[in-house]
DNA sequence: TCCAGTTTAAAACAATCGTTTGAATCAAAC
DNA sequence: GTTTGATTCAAACGATTGTTTTAAACTGGA
């Protein structure tokens, strides 16, 4: 087996477990054995389990917000200038992270939103570092549109739509679906992505 | 030290450090040490680990909900029948979590988000318990308000006001505060309270 | 074929974990 | 003052943790 093989199906067994268990909950041994790799693997590619949670951490985040900044980019050139719809720009900040729902293994807990609550010295850092440049990114494209918000209007409101698309990516679905006597497919993740966009802009919008 | 002293002591070094580092990664002789008890007194007052984690969440959560219920029926009852605005439920709902913040100690990140994203097995089924009938009970209560909106939609727009709210409470107001550069207040509760019910009442009004 | 560098394998490391034990201590009833 | 039950204490238990070590197996270029 190749050494990337070898590294990426150790990221894909300490994604799905991570998602599923926490960090600290999670370990080594459990990892390596899904991987069907050897236990001293882990610290020799990546030095540490401190240092596996980084790599899977951008391993997970780069490519979404990536997406983010490609569409972003390519709408405010198609608009050549003019401010866009607050439901396009919103969808296009929801729509590579809700995305994981579907192409990840089904059922699979999403490993974004661990990452956001696990409470890891370093991580939240590491999160912020990350996230940072396209929130500010997004803010300065809200407020072409809403240019009577403030920027810290914008930023809580974020914060607030951020939350809610935390929770639903969130391990519980299965609590979505026994309140709504199964009224909820927790699989149609385009009717998801629909109510979480007009929820999220109606909020921004608010008197 | 009387033996109710002693649990109380320990449930509150436990909420602390739960809060901030997490359930696995918090260790019994950490928790005693801060509470000035003895390792062994877990054991012999909860039984185990476990069952400290489920005696906290229930002293947390309870006298949350248990406002939550009053307040909501104190409202009703003065409105004589008629539907409740929106705005007004869902300040009832949010407003005992948020307090939360005003009244712990200070900067004590809020013990309420990490109990819904820490995955513990048995700990998803007992928060299910707990928050079922109030949820239930402030579905009804919406949809007397808005009688278009069917109980999965309402659902569905309470599990996104939630999702916010929990990210407010979590540990990143930091993030808020540097993102605004400081104009945020941070420690302004009434005023981040306002804004996440207007949030979440034009979310649930979306047309 | 040989060799240098890389990756895997199994075992052992020290440290820490949750839990249990049994004696010591406490408070209150008789 | 003695007894009884509840509580606390220090110590130790076995198990598991992340990490390191040593040798074996493999890799591709001369």
Redesign the pocket.
Known sequence: ?S?EQ?KDRILHAAQELFAEKGFPA?????ITQRAG?????V???FG???GLLEALVRHCIEPINAARMRMLEEAEDAAQGAPLPLDRIIRIFLEPALRQLTDCDAKMPCILSRMHHEPHPGLEALMADLLTPIIRRFVAAVQRTLPERTPSEIILHGHFMIGAMLHLLDAQPSMLHTMSEGAIDVNDNDYLLDQLVSFCSAGFQHA
Chains 1, 2 share one sequence.
């Open positions: 087996m050494a070898t999670t370990s080594l041994r459990e790799v050897n236990l001293a693997a610290n020799y590619h540490s389990k401190d």
